[in-house]
C-alpha cells in the first residue's frame, strides 16, 4: 500500500486549492452583468465558461474526497473495480486515482 498520510496530505491540498478555485469562480458567476448590450453579451460567453470550470472542478472535488475516504477505510491504493494495485507511479502523478491504468484504459 502506498503511503497514505503523504498522500492523504497532498489530497487535502488539492481539496483546499480546488475548494479555493470553486469559491472563485462562484464569486465571479454572482456578479451582475454589465447594463451594456454588448458587454452583458461577453460576460455571459464568460459565464457559460466559468460554469464549464465549476463542474469540472466540482467532479475533481468529489474524486479527491472519495480517495480521502479510501484512505480512511484503507483500501487507498486499490483499483476499485478490480481489486488489483494501482502502480505507485500512477499515485504520485495522480493521488485521487481510483482504478489501475489496465481498468483506467478500458474507461476510454
Excluded: F, H, W
Amino acid at each position: 500500500m502506498p503511503n497514505a498520510v503523504t498522500a492523504k496530505a497532498r489530497l487535502e491540498d488539492q481539496l483546499r486549492e480546488l475548494n479555493e478555485r470553486q469559491d472563485r469562480i462562484a464569486r465571479d458567476l454572482a456578479e451582475p452583468l454589465n447594463a451594456d448590450s454588448s458587454e452583458r453579451a461577453v460576460e455571459t460567453e464568460d459565464d457559460a465558461s466559468l460554469e464549464g470550470q465549476a463542474a469540472l472542478i466540482a467532479r475533481e472535488i468529489a474524486s479527491v474526497n472519495r480517495a480521502l475516504l479510501r484512505i480512511e477505510n484503507g483500501t487507498y491504493g486499490e483499483c476499485t473495480r478490480c481489486g488489483s494495485e494501482i502502480a505507485p507511479g500512477r499515485l504520485e502523478a495522480r493521488p485521487e486515482a481510483a482504478l489501475c491504468i489496465s481498468c483506467a484504459n478500458q474507461e476510454r
